[in-house]
């Protein structure tokens, strides 16, 4: 049997798309390698969104261009967002690699391909991409650029997706898009967003719904009450701020203010009380003062956010600041506003964290590693507990007895009967 290995950078839609190919090379007979020096077949699905990233491919390349050259009759190929729609430079730096195809699309040998194509054995929580591209341009993301405008799956479709994926044993389903809010407004009647979750939570079988990534000038009202209305809806929800300056915002193009910001954080808290917020933030934008990096320092500090995602700004070639701006935040200065936000949002995690200390959370159970089961709760914390086998997939209530600003452990109380059937 020939065998396949898919290896995977980036965001939560290069590991769906990535789940997707799995499946389709296992529909076309392909068994999966133990390792990637196994393979007859092998697909790099990259990601360019930081320069670490696009590193870390290109490392990967190199090396298995010696692979190939002890084997070439490897099929070699890649994906993602450092495939441009001009490939010839990319063909002059890895002429042995034998496809590349553009984040989201499929090789020659695949174009026939179901693009709905599912995992037969989805873990308890899959992901499910409802969107493609964006059309918002924020002056420093290549994502446009590689994923093209936006592009909304129909509404029947995505339906029909989860509705199988949950009768193959998937219990949770998170939706994806580079802009989930802005899902449907290209497609006949315009169903949005929170339309969508309306008819997925209709699903039997389905426990928990989830979506990202948001993005704060078009998150709706209406949307907010879906999530406080519809009962698999988690409570939690990705919000990017990306600073904390309305100046850098508008370099940033990101389209709303600090102020705007805040309303919107107090009205999501208005309506869903218990809900966790995360956001990402990028320190060292061309031109960021000092004042300017405090501004976003005491906005996470006023506002507590469950989680944040922080990256030093590198350019990307081909945006708006790459090609305008300066990068003059020298690598040091980034290095030590990243480490600030993240020592200060341990311990805002940490103080979050605590507050659960001996509550009885659900918790649908991922994975079992080091003898420990793991799995997250509805705000997503991650949940490690202690006991016997049969817990892998099932909703399962935990007491918790210690917390970290990382994770939460506990010991189980009972697992869902209703997960079980």
Request: neutral net charge.
């Amino acid at each position: 049997m020939l065998k396949y290995h898919v290896w995977t950078i980036g965001c939560q839609m290069n590991k769906a798309e990535s789940e997707r190919m799995a499946a389709r090379f296992e529909e076309m007979g392909y068994g999966a390698a133990e390792s990637i020096n196994d393979a007859d077949l092998i697909v790099l699905n990259s990601c360019v969104v930081r320069q670490s990233a696009e590193d870390r491919v290109v490392n990967k390349l190199h090396d298995l261009k010696h692979l190939k050259k002890e084997r070439p009759k490897i099929l070699l190929a890649l994906t993602g967002c450092m495939v441009d729609t001009d490939t010839s430079r990319l063909r002059k730096s890895y002429p042995y690699v034998d496809h590349f195809f553009r984040a989201g699309e499929y090789p020659p040998w695949l174009e026939k391909a179901d693009e709905s194509a599912l995992p037969q054995k989805p873990t308890p929580s899959v992901y499910v991409p409802i969107s493609q591209g964006c059309d918002n341009f924020c002056s420093y993301c290549i994502v446009p650029y590689r994923r093209g405008r936006e592009r909304s799956k129909p509404m029947e479709e995505i339906v029909c997706e989860v509705k199988e994926l949950a009768r193959r044993g998937a219990k949770e389903v998170v939706l994806l898009g580079q802009n989930v809010d802005s899902y449907g407004h290209d497609l006949e009647g315009k169903p949005d967003l929170a339309d969508l979750l309306a008819e997925l939570n209709k699903i039997e079988g389905l426990g928990r719904l989830r979506f990202l990534t948001n993005h704060p000038k078009d998150m709706s009202l209406k949307l907010i009450e879906a999530i406080a209305n519809l009962d698999k809806v988690c409570e939690q929800v990705n919000l990017p701020v990306q600073s904390g300056s309305d100046e850098i915002l508008k370099a940033m193009k990101r389209g709303y203010t600090v102020e705007r910001y805040r309303r919107l954080v107090r009205q999501v808290r208005e309506k869903v009380p218990d809900i966790a917020i995360s956001t990402d933030v990028i320190v060292g934008f061309p031109g960021e003062s000092e004042g300017q990096f405090k501004e976003t320092f005491d906005l996470l500090s006023e506002i507590k956010f469950d989680t944040v995602h922080v990256a030093a700004y590198s350019p990307r070639a081909g945006t708006t600041a790459a090609r305008d701006m300066k990068d003059d935040v020298t690598p040091g200065e980034k290095k030590e506003r990243l480490n600030k936000i993240e020592k200060l949002q341990e311990r805002v995690q940490s103080e979050i964290n605590a507050l659960l200390a001996g509550e009885a959370l659900e918790i649908l159970v991922e994975e079992k590693k080091g003898g420990k089961w793991y799995g997250r709760t509805r705000t997503d914390k991650l949940v490690f507990f202690s006991s016997g086998d049969g817990y892998y997939g099932k909703l399962a209530n935990v007491k918790i007895d210690k917390t970290t600003a990382w994770s939460l452990q506990g010991k189980i109380e009972s697992a869902n009967k209703k997960a079980e059937e």
